[in-house]
């Protein structure tokens, strides 16, 4: 499955957005960023959710949940290397 998103990424995309570093190969997070969301007594869940900046670049944010549909915003890690 990696190796097939690594092909056909740029296909999912528009003309204009493919070959243009829209995609990350692969986004990394230290072991400490989940610790520090696992260390909150409210979280039950990690949610990671894909986001875009302003120059249309993909990338991801992790964070922690008391439920399988809620964000517990303030534990939202920006920590993330694109490669």
């Not at 999912?12 to 696992?38: H, K």
């Not at 409210?42 to 964000?71: E, H, W, Y």
Request: proline fraction near 5%; aromatic fraction near 10%; charged fraction near 25%.
């Amino acid at each position: 499955m990696i190796e097939r998103f690594r092909i056909e990424k740029e296909n999912m995309l528009l003309p204009q957005f493919q070959w243009t570093n829209t995609f990350p190969r692969c986004v990394v997070f230290s072991r400490t960023t989940f610790e520090e969301i696992l260390a909150d007594p409210g979280c039950k869940f990690i949610q990671i959710f894909p986001v875009m900046d302003i120059q249309n670049r993909v990338s991801f944010i992790v964070a922690g949940a008391a439920t399988d549909d809620g964000l517990l915003a303030e534990n939202a890690a920006v920590e993330n290397k694109r490669s």
